[in-house]
């Protein structure tokens, strides 16, 4: 199974970019999706930001990750 998680563009350099994921950063690759932009939400996979997504979409999908885990934990 393959599971890509949405992140927050912070930076960019060149086509790399730095990504905030649950308060945690990571350099992702923009190769297949180099319209990204600054604070563009990106879902991420491999490495790669892999298609810009809608700022609510990513929300709603990280508050999920977020209830999944809390009830993992209990």
């Not at 350099?27 to 298609?51: C, N, R, T």
Request: proline share 3%; glycine share 2%.
């Amino acid at each position: 199974m393959c599971l890509a998680i949405p992140a927050k563009i912070i930076s960019i350099d060149d086509n790399i970019a730095e990504v905030e994921i649950a308060g945690v950063t990571r350099k992702v690759s923009l190769d297949l999706a180099p319209e990204a932009k600054l604070d563009d939400y990106v879902l991420v996979h491999a490495g790669f930001a892999i298609q810009v997504i809608d700022e609510e979409e990513a929300l709603k999908t990280l508050e999920l990750f977020k209830e999944i885990l809390e009830h993992e934990v209990s």
